[in-house]
């Protein structure tokens, strides 16, 4: 089920604006924000295809984090609060959980917060979460104010993997098959909802989404391209993907494009190297 219908600002305007944050100003959450994002969190118990998911929220002081490399790359200031997602463990879990928990980053632009996603995180961050034998934590986001400026440190970091850029539609998007690219033209009413996708954030901004649109009935075919090896051994690219279908189906809801993800045996005899199906949104009345 969409959870279009939770947000309360133009999904538009959320996605436009959602950026990843690096420098925070050094408080916690203010209660309202804190109330308000912990309420949505509980309103997502399922990620993709009824997978069981929970969140967390917490919080360190300064000085406990101080000289602390949070994550594998990055340069963060200030990030004391921390969202946790706890998901049941299965081989869809990870494109299940990137799904579900985009939801809560776009709840959190929504509110006015700044969020950033840790795909390789230190174990120091979630240590007092209690996990069973069958759970597991992928990932988490980082949240908090942003500050007025960022650090020049994290303008030098958003430079070096050209975060601010995404690929061009030619290199993302096919029409019937790889070897036709889909134009803004043929994906018609679907532009927007692409466009949302393509604004999605990746882990070090790989993008390696590629979807493929079919007529008659209606199809995108959601295939994952492994860009870097260590983004796919830590499973990442899966997160990508759920991250990228999150958007793509809050698109669809605004403009009112019906449709249900459904995995296909697709019928596709020339994709890439390193290419792998994932899951397909069909159209429906
Ligand atoms: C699954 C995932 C893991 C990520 N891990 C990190 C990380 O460990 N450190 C970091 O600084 N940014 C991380 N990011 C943020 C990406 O670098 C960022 O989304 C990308 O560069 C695009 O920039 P934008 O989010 O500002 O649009 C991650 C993003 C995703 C989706």
């Known amino acids: ?17 959602r950026v990843s944050c690096r420098t925070y100003q050094d408080q916690w959450l203010k209660e309202h924000d804190k109330i308000r994002l912990l ?5 997502i118990q399922e990620g993709f295809k009824g997978k069981k998911i929970s969140f967390r929220l917490v919080e360190f002081d300064k000085e406990t984090l101080k000289g602390m490399k949070l994550t594998y790359y990055g340069l963060f200031k200030n990030a004391l609060s921390f969202i946790i997602g706890i998901i049941a463990q299965s081989d869809s879990a990870y494109v299940s959980f990137g799904y579900a928990f985009e939801h809560v980053v776009l709840k959190a ?9 840790f795909g390789d995180f230190n174990p120091y961050l979630v240590e007092d979460i209690a996990v069973t034998e069958d759970q597991m934590i992928p990932a988490l986001c980082v949240v908090g104010y942003p500050a ?11 430079f070096a993997i050209r975060a601010s850029k995404r690929k061009e539609w030619r ?3 096919f029409h019937e098959n790889f070897a036709e690219h889909l134009t803004k ?17 990746s882990s070090r ?7 493929v649109k079919q007529a008659n009935p209606t199809r995108f075919h959601f295939f994952k391209q492994t860009i870097k090896a260590y983004c796919e051994k830590k499973r990442m690219h899966e997160i990508d993907l759920g991250i990228a279908m999150c958007h793509f189906e809050l698109g669809c809801a605004e403009k009112n494009i019906n449709g249900i993800w459904k995995a296909y045996t697709h019928n596709l005899d020339d994709v890439p190297a390193k290419t792998t ?7 429906t009345k």
């Open 1 to 17: 089920m969409s959870h279009f219908k939770k947000f309360e600002k133009p999904i538009k305007e959320i996605i436009e604006s």
């Open 39 to 43: 309420a949505f969190c509980d309103s």
């Open 109 to 117: 632009t929504e509110l006015g917060l700044g969020t950033c996603w």
């Open 148 to 158: 007025e400026r960022s650090t020049i440190k994290e303008r030098i970091a958003r």
């Open 171 to 173: 290199n993302l998007f």
């Open 185 to 201: 033209d043929s994906a018609g009413k679907y532009t927007v909802p692409l466009e949302y996708l393509r604004m999605a954030p």
């Open 205 to 211: 901004n790989t993008q390696p989404w590629r979807i």
């Open 277 to 283: 199906y994932i899951m397909s949104w069909e159209e």
